[in-house]
């Protein structure tokens, strides 16, 4: 990834056969004294899975995978690896040297065994089986042990992110890609977890205490250094690593990470997800200790196989394994593999003490693929209780950017780290700031920037986005966009922004530009102003929006079903000021200025019936409007702290939004009097094992009589691809209101039903289900101002629309059936309509 050549004589003046073979060997001497690893059979020759693996006389062990295969390594020496498993005879291995990879284990099957503990053959029982009998004196026992007990807490955090390219093999090595580069293999180790040889290109590092309190259910995580290296300062890569790392609790039924809701081992939903055993017991750190092992009863599910001990007195968790398995329904992450520790303060508290999380990313689940690692190592200690803090204390401001948590000293770290980095972390801060250095590694950081944030930069300046360069609608033809904004860190304080566009057809250019100020950090008080010449599809939303640089994908499909003419051309002038009295919800006073007309005139026509105008009949709307708005997001969570930020999880937060808005006539040639309100409300819920439904309402009214540039449209969608809160088996401007009511709920099963299904399981589906309804109402004022020769109708009957659908085809691509449910004598009704859309989902 980045570098200079510190050490580029050296390895140029050697051959890279040779260069390789001190990889290798230095991979594999590593800092562990005993490494085993292979696959496990049975006499058929088939895969063992979930086979338990273990240095005997010690707490280490492992459990093979779906296919069979096991990596296990100690920082101790073993003679012996015993493999075992129920209804096979147990094997033991012994071990001449401490690398013994590549092993092909075959376990015999045991009659007698299998006849003495049929119940656990298999999938175990429910009944009569003592580890699920533990199980439930964990369950009771959850709220003794913890901070749980206290009414306040506070401990401190350190937390250690990294990211590795792994399976790191001579021809990566020999690769182009490397050219210039090579000394960066110096710096390789070896997995613990896979066995697998990586190379580390980011490193982050994180202090913090956390302050808790149980009676308020409120905790606040104040950072007191970060510091990093590979990505530069790149606040928004951190937070999102982050948010993809939550902390889990192992008591609850659901561990939700990278948007997923595994079930957990120890939950009570357990019981009906997994198998478990009792497989020993002995003492952990001091404390006497039941270990159970588990493994999933049915494939194609989101599940962990691993073990956990539990304290033979407190029925307390002490030490949890977690792999998740190979068959779990999530893309581009191979492995994933959680470890936690608990320490015992007294006879009944357990608190964690270390949190180990590491994930293989990876085009597929290949044994052999190269991917990324992404490891999160977190330990706690100095634990405090019932230290009460004043309420306000809890508070999330709105901005909490301290500049001097991101350069504290070495002198720091050393003295406040909880644990120190050995020699090999510490060489690759050296490796990695060396790299940023290397003109190679700048050009592939610039491409991988590209296709990120869909903008090129430069010094001080962005051009993009460059995905939007190309458009097309009936009006325009081929429409062709360049623009660009000012960026000199992720933290700017003010930016401008700007476009340019045009259409080969009506041979137009077109044109938007804004720019906005932040005037306080504390309040995010922010002034903005912008104003737009261009072309667009107003019937695509409710929720109108005075975005002077937004364009909605309808009015630039390339393909649409029926002609999608029904364009406005609008010249739009806004100002506005926000600010956030509480984080995440924001005030917003604007005014605008906008002339409204059709864009294609003989084909659709937005013309009402003005006494003042020439002929009686007004073709364009002019209006001041002055708006207020309240937007509330709980839950969101962003990164960078200038005029603008990066929001990490997107859509998995609640939305409320109210707007109050008011026309003035005769203000600058305005020509309406009028009052409008309006409501959106969005929220996803995610249910267990199930998957999401995500709720969205909206609603509006309008007080006053406006023509049809100003009426509220039910959004509908003629192009072939899902246009969130449209209606995908309407026509754009099919139904016009001054007051409506919408309600769209959408479900994700996540694979859920599929991976019931033989045949279908493997493919990794998952199924979407929707149903979509609009009420609404016009008045006979507003009809009887239209002009333009549109009919005006308003869902009075309820217009609705159901819909099926299967993503994750190919990872990427969601299809969906639309059926329309009312309505359909009209002329134009199309029954069923085919939408999909594109996507980089786990």
Do not use: C
């Not at 159970?292 to 001990?309: A, N, Q």
């Not at 360069?469 to 860190?489: M, Q």
């Amino acid at each position: 990834m980045k570098n200079d050549v510190n050490n580029y004589a050296f390895a140029k003046a050697i051959s890279k056969q040779v260069l390789f073979i001190g990889i290798l060997f230095f991979t594999l001497i590593g800092i562990a004294q005993t490494k085993v690893g292979g696959v496990i059979y049975d006499e058929f020759g088939d895969g063992v899975p979930f086979a338990n693996v273990v240095f005997p006389g010690s707490s280490e062990g492992t459990i093979s995978n779906d296919n069979g295969r096991f990596y296990l390594q100690s920082e101790n020496t073993y003679q012996e690896v015993e493999f075992s498993f129920v209804g096979y005879k147990t094997q033991i291995l012994k071990l001449d040297v401490k690398i013994n990879l590549d092993l092909k284990i075959i376990l015999q099957t045991d009659t007698a065994e299998l006849d003495a503990v049929m119940v656990y053959a298999g999938k175990t029982s429910k009944k009569n089986n003592p580890a699920i009998d533990i199980l439930r004196k964990v369950w009771e026992n959850r709220r003794k042990n913890g901070l749980s007990q206290f009414e306040q807490y506070q401990y401190d955090k350190y937390e250690k992110l990294e990211f590795d390219m792994n399976t790191i093999d001579s021809s990566m090595i020999k690769s182009k890609l490397f050219k210039g580069m090579e000394f960066v293999f110096n710096y390789a180790d070896t997995s613990r977890i896979t066995g697998k040889t990586y190379l580390p290109i980011f490193i982050n590092e994180s202090l913090s205490t956390v302050y808790g309190d149980n009676e308020i259910n409120n905790e606040i995580d104040d950072v007191k250094a970060n510091k990093n290296s590979g990505f530069s300062n790149n606040q928004t890569l951190i937070a999102f690593v982050k948010d993809l790392y939550n902390d889990i609790d192992v008591y609850d039924r659901y561990l939700k990470f990278f948007d997923k809701s595994f079930t957990s081992p120890v939950g009570k939903s357990g019981i009906d997800t997994y198998n478990y055993v009792l497989r020993d017991t002995a003492i952990v750190d001091g404390v006497e200790a039941y270990n159970i092992v588990y493994y999933p009863r049915r494939k194609g599910e989101l599940t962990f196989k691993g073990d956990f001990w539990v304290a033979t007195d407190s029925y307390a968790i002490k030490e949890i394994n977690m792999q998740a398995t190979k068959s779990a329904n999530i893309n581009w992450v191979k492995e994933i593999y959680i470890e936690q520790e608990y320490d015992v303060l007294n006879d009944s508290l357990f608190l964690i003490t270390r949190d180990y999380f590491l994930s293989d990313f990876a085009l597929n689940k290949k044994e052999k693929s190269k991917g990324i690692y992404g490891k999160r190592t977190t330990l706690f200690d100095n634990y405090q209780f019932d230290i009460a803090k004043d309420p306000d204390f809890y508070r999330r401001r709105v901005n909490d950017y301290n500049p001097e948590i991101y350069d504290r000293d070495e002198a720091y770290w050393d003295k406040n780290r909880l644990e120190k980095l050995n020699k090999d972390e510490k060489q690759v801060y050296t490796m990695l700031d060396t790299l940023k250095k290397n003109k190679k590694f700048k050009r592939l950081y610039n491409i991988g920037t590209v296709l990120a944030s869909g903008y090129y930069e430069f010094d001080g300046f962005d051009f993009g986005p460059i995905f939007s360069t190309f458009g097309f609608n009936d009006v325009e033809g081929v429409r062709l966009r360049a623009g660009g904004r000012t960026f000199f860190t992720a933290n700017d304080p003010w930016r401008i922004e700007g476009y340019g566009a045009y259409g080969f057809t009506d041979q137009k250019f077109k044109f938007g530009i804004g720019g906005k100020y932040l005037l306080d950090k504390q309040s995010r008080l922010i002034v903005s102003v912008g104003y737009r010449d261009d072309v667009e599809q107003l019937a695509a939303s409710l929720t109108r929006t005075n975005d002077v640089l937004g364009r909605s994908l309808a009015s630039s499909a390339l393909i649409s079903a029926g002609n999608n003419g029904r364009l406005s051309k609008i010249k739009l002038g806004v100002a506005a000021v926000s600010f956030e009295p509480l984080y995440n919800l924001e005030f917003r006073l604007g005014a605008s200025y906008r002339k409204i007309e059709t864009a294609n005139p003989g084909f659709f026509s937005l013309d009402y019936f003005d006494t003042d105008a020439p002929g009686g009949i007004g073709s364009e709307t002019n209006q001041a409007e002055v708006d207020f708005s309240i937007t509330y997001k709980p839950g969101r969570k962003t990164t960078n702290y200038g005029v603008d930020r990066t929001i990490i999880n997107d859509g998995a937060y609640p939305i409320l939004f109210l707007n109050y808005a008011r026309g003035f006539k005769d203000l600058f040639s305005s020509n309406f009097d009028y009052d409008k309100a309006q409501f959106y409300y969005s929220h996803p819920f995610q249910i267990g094992v199930f998957g999401r439904l995500t709720a969205r309402l909206e609603a509006g009214k309008t007080f006053g009589e406006v023509p049809l540039a100003l009426l509220d449209v039910i959004p509908g969608n003629q192009t072939y691809f899902n246009i969130p809160g449209s209606f995908n088996t309407m026509n754009f401007y099919e139904f016009v209101t001054d007051e409506y009511l919408m309600v769209n709920l959408n479900h994700n099963f996540n694979g859920r039903l599929f991976s019931r299904i033989p045949g279908l399981r493997d493919l990794n589906l998952r199924e979407l289900v929707g149903v979509k309804a609009a009420y609404g109402r016009i008045s006979d004022e507003n009809i009887a101002l239209n002009a333009s020769g549109l009919n005006y109708l308003a869902p009075e009957d309820i217009f609705w629309e159901y819909s099926v659908g299967v993503g994750n085809i190919f990872k990427v691509l969601r299809l969906d059936v639309n059926f329309r449910g009312g309505y359909n004598y009209l002329p134009d009704a199309r029954q069923i309509a085919v939408t999909g859309s594109f996507g980089f989902y786990f």
